[in-house]
């Protein structure tokens, strides 16, 4: 099987893996416990926070919740920060953001969403004419998930706390950590992160904070992660986005090159009487969005499923949605008819040329068939 949908999850990176399993089969302890054995275990974990960090942010003024996923880090912000007057954010989110603006709807906060521009990156000008004196908190994703736009979040947090400096600004890093090199400005607060998108364990997040800012859980029992997150720690999937980010970090600039070069292939060589390439050219190299024309997005991936390529349409967490178009497409300025025919390639650095080779040639004959049915 050859797999091209790792925007959705990937695969357990070999070597975090194989690092990892100590803290299974050994280290096994409660961080928590009084006994050596669990201080040493709870010493380690404070330094893999100060390392994760390092990796976007000055270890010095940010500092690591450990959560249960990408998901819970984007509530976590939103149900903190997001409490009072307004909250300004895109309409790019993941449905993680989404959700839980409406629920502030709900309980009386103002919403406010910037729309976005036509590669879906956010439409700065018009995101800050929505930021006023009584908005509490602003998101707006790193990368987005569907089609790898990429938003410059360092500017756009120096301009949202140049119009209102108690703003909080939190951004979902989760297709970004890891696949990026970057470091957050100073007017950045809060960034997301999740580890089964890098090579780590799926059910382990994180949210990096600034130190300064006040925290109040939502999550109480134990008191753990310093009474901001109860629970006792995933030790082992913890420690596998540990050694996943070591990873990716490690190879980023190589893997960005050979992305690059897949991504080169596809759009020289796919049927172009066919395929329309919806990422920009600064989309993040890794997430290839694509439109087929006069095939339904959905059939398409089952046709090329049943010949060993597995690839996206969309959010694989939107799937289950009862809404059949991306909304994030529709956004760009797309029409339902184009929103209807997208497909996502996205690459690990598993993937190899002769993958790349191979679901360009299932694409091709999958959609010809489909396309030449549908005329
Ligand atoms: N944010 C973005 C941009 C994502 O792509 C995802 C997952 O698809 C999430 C948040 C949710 O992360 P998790 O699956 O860890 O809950």
């Not at 280290?27 to 006994?35: D, Q, R, T």
């Not at 729309?115 to 006023?132: C, F, M, R, T």
């Not at 400096?165 to 992160?193: E, T």
Request: glycine share 6%; with cysteine.
């Amino acid at each position: 099987m050859i797999y091209m949908d790792n925007a959705a999850t990937t695969k357990l990176n070999e070597v975090a893996l194989q690092k990892a399993n100590v803290y299974l089969t050994e280290k096994y302890y409660n961080p928590s416990a009084l006994y050596r054995e669990g201080f040493e275990l709870n010493m380690e974990l404070e330094a893999t926070r100060k390392k994760l960090v390092s990796y976007v942010a000055d270890s010095d003024e940010f500092e690591l919740i450990f959560t249960s996923c990408g998901t819970e880090s984007d509530n976590t912000a939103v149900f903190n920060y997001g409490r009072r007057g307004n909250i300004v954010t895109t309409e790019g989110e993941h449905s993680a953001i989404i959700s839980s603006v409406n629920e502030m709807k709900n309980r009386g906060v103002e919403v406010r969403i910037a729309p976005l521009n036509s590669d879906s990156s956010v439409n700065v000008e018009k995101l800050l004419e929505l930021v006023d004196e009584k908005t509490s908190l602003v998101s707006v994703m790193h990368v987005n998930n569907e089609t790898g736009a990429v938003n410059d979040i360092n500017a756009i947090a120096k301009a949202v706390k140049e119009k209102n400096k108690r703003v909080i600004f939190h951004s979902d890093g989760v297709q970004a950590f890891g696949k990026l090199p970057f470091k957050l400005n100073k007017n950045v607060d809060l960034y997301s992160l999740s580890a089964h998108k890098i090579g780590g364990l799926k059910g382990v997040g994180a949210l990096i904070k600034r130190k300064t800012l006040q925290f109040n859980p939502f999550i109480y029992g134990g008191g753990q992660e310093k009474g901001r997150r109860s629970g006792t720690e995933n030790v082992f999937g913890i420690k596998t986005l540990e050694y996943a980010a070591e990873e990716k970090f490690k190879n980023l600039k190589n893997d960005n090159i050979r992305f690059e070069e897949y991504k080169k292939y596809f759009k020289e060589n796919l049927n172009s009487q066919i395929f329309d390439i919806i990422s920009s050219d600064n989309a993040i190299p890794c997430i290839l969005c694509l439109s087929a024309k006069k095939c339904r997005g959905e059939i398409l991936l089952h046709m090329v499923n049943d010949k060993g390529l597995i690839i996206g349409t969309g959010s694989a967490c939107s799937s289950n949605s009862k809404n059949r178009y991306s909304r994030v497409i529709l956004a760009c300025g797309y029409g339902e008819s184009v929103a209807d025919t997208v497909i996502r390639i996205s690459f690990s650095p598993e993937t190899t040329m002769e993958e790349v080779v191979s679901a360009v040639e299932i694409l091709n004959n999958s959609a010809e068939k489909l396309a030449g049915k549908m005329v």
